[in-house]
């Protein structure tokens, strides 16, 4: 990869991959291990960046759900390849929920 400068040569693509390592970077390094988040990193960031598709995630209970899920090598934190899984989950999710929505909005007409 030549340089990870976002603007005006990069792809929406390529931007959108760099926002993804910012936003984890600018979560992981306020406490502890800089390259993972912590269950209060993660609550942190899933309430900021993740609100609108995750209902606020305020609930303890649901972060360590979350968290539990994710660490996937039980370290107790998440790093870059969980944090991209769950980016990923959620992706996969919001295109089946508008899939369905499109194949019911068809069915009207």
């Known amino acids: 990869m030549s340089g990870l400068n976002s603007g005006e040569n990069a792809s929406?693509?390529?931007?959108a991959m760099q926002l993804m390592i910012q936003t984890f970077h600018k979560y992981s390094g306020k406490e502890g291990d800089k390259y993972t988040l912590s269950n209060a990193e993660l609550k942190d960031m899933l309430v900021s960046e993740l609100g609108n598709y995750l209902g606020q995630a305020q609930d303890k209970e649901a972060v360590?759900?979350?968290?539990?899920?994710?660490?996937?090598?039980?370290?107790?934190?998440?790093?870059?390849t969980e944090f991209i899984i769950l980016v990923?989950?959620?992706?996969?999710?919001?295109n089946d929920f508008f899939l369905e929505y499109n194949d019911k909005q068809e069915k009207k007409k």
């Open 12 to 15: 929406a693509l390529e931007n």
């Open 64 to 80: 360590e759900k979350v968290m539990g899920d994710l660490d996937t090598n039980n370290d107790g934190e998440v790093d870059f």
């Open 88 to 94: 990923g989950a959620l992706t996969v999710a919001c």
